[in-house]
């Protein structure tokens, strides 16, 4: 059996850097290939980092080469609208179109509410 090749998009986030440390710990054959715009923590993991910014659709050529699963797990939750849309919608487009292009089998996806900024999904439950 061969070893999964796995992209994790976000890996320096709150999200990302959870699910690469349980990937990396649940399955140490896994190559894995971490994405972030964010330089790593000095010695938080020993595997391949990736320099690329989903707002900078050019930094994403090849990010996926060889991969087959793309985590997609970055986003931005600032107040800026115009870099939320750079990033959340075209830049999460054309990363999934680069795992396309790349041949890419299986792509997951994680997001949150919180990538609409401020508004009636706020405090909802789901009663409500």
Do not use: K
């Not at 054959?29 to 972030?36: G, L, Q």
């Amino acid at each position: 059996m061969t070893a999964r090749r796995i992209v994790v998009t976000g890996a320096t986030g709150f999200v990302g850097s959870a699910v690469l440390r349980r990937l990396t710990e649940q399955d140490p054959r896994a190559v894995v290939r971490a994405v972030s715009r964010t330089p790593p923590p000095a010695a938080s993991y020993g595997g391949r980092w990736v320099d690329a910014d989903l707002a900078d659709t050019a930094s994403l050529r090849g990010v996926c080469d060889g991969a087959d699963v793309l985590l997609s797990l970055a986003c931005y939750i600032g107040p800026d609208a115009d870099r939320c849309t750079a990033v959340n919608s075209a830049g999460t487009a054309a990363l999934v179109a680069e795992a396309r292009r790349a041949g890419v089998r299986r792509i997951i996806q994680l997001s949150t509410c919180a990538v609409y900024g401020p508004g009636p999904h706020r405090g909802r439950t789901s009663a409500s």
